[in-house]
């Protein structure tokens, strides 16, 4: 059972309003993700992190900004939510092992289903 | 441009029967492959890795193979359940960069039938 955890599991808000969606890990791992994914899609890398104070920008292009202060916590934020913005969230964790290749098993949380109307 | 593709995007089976997934990519070079089960409403889990020296691997009724000559994976399901509906993804990762990168493919949505 995978010990990363994100919330809200749902949200619905208006155009405009800033969010934030909260990823926590408690498996210590160094790399952490954020996968954008809608129906029939696959997933779409936004942003991820080797470790603290560690962030990139990912292969889709996002509004969206991230941060990470502490190992365990990885939050992504919209400062100001559109419609299309409406998606799936998912945010993962892998361990670091360096090297060429490998990223490691990717453990995922349940995901934040966001709608802005 | 690396790709991965699925087939079939669906597939509907009755409750016991087998069904065989494919993976077809085209990343190079290569460093693995994995199978990620996506529960409705969850987030994926790993399945099974596949390196560049392994054929075959099975966990449980979960068999995947690999040929990398080919560049095609399948994961084939045995005596299948109920819980086996879901979407099955298939993940290739490339050893071009130091941290690797991943490609996704966009699923076979599998249903079991009772």
């Known amino acids: 059972e995978a010990d990363i955890y994100q919330t809200p599991r749902y949200l619905v808000i208006g155009t405009g309003k800033k969010i934030t969606l909260e990823c926590s890990q408690t498996m210590g791992h160094d790399k952490m993700y954020w996968y954008q994914q809608d129906p029939g899609m696959e997933l779409h890398l936004i942003h991820y992190?080797?470790?603290?104070?560690?962030?990139e920008k990912g292969d889709l292009s996002s509004e969206s900004t991230v941060s990470r202060i502490r190992t365990e916590h990885f939050p992504l934020t919209l400062e100001s939510a559109r419609p299309s913005h409406t998606s799936q969230y998912l945010c993962?964790?892998?361990?670091?092992?360096?090297?060429?290749?490998?990223?490691?098993?990717?453990?995922f949380g349940e995901g934040s289903r966001l709608t802005v109307l | 441009k690396n790709q991965v593709e699925q087939s079939p995007q669906s597939l509907i089976i009755l409750e016991g029967k087998n069904c065989t997934l494919q993976c077809n990519y085209t990343v190079s070079p290569f460093s693995n492959l994995r199978w990620y089960k996506q529960d409705t409403g969850r987030g994926p889990v790993s399945l099974t890795i596949m390196t560049f020296s392994e054929n075959t691997k099975s966990n449980g009724r979960y068999t995947a193979t690999l040929d990398a000559d080919t560049k095609q994976s399948s994961l084939h399901i045995t005596a299948s359940q109920l819980s086996d509906s879901a979407s099955y993804i298939c993940?290739?990762?490339?050893?071009?960069?130091?941290?690797?990168?991943?490609?996704f493919g966009r699923g076979t949505q599998l249903t079991v039938w009772p």
């Open positions: 992190s080797y470790g603290v104070n560690s962030t």
């Open positions: 993962a964790s892998s361990e670091f092992k360096g090297g060429a290749g490998d990223t490691g098993e990717l453990f």
């Open positions: 993940v290739v990762s490339d050893r071009g960069s130091t941290l690797g990168r991943l490609y």
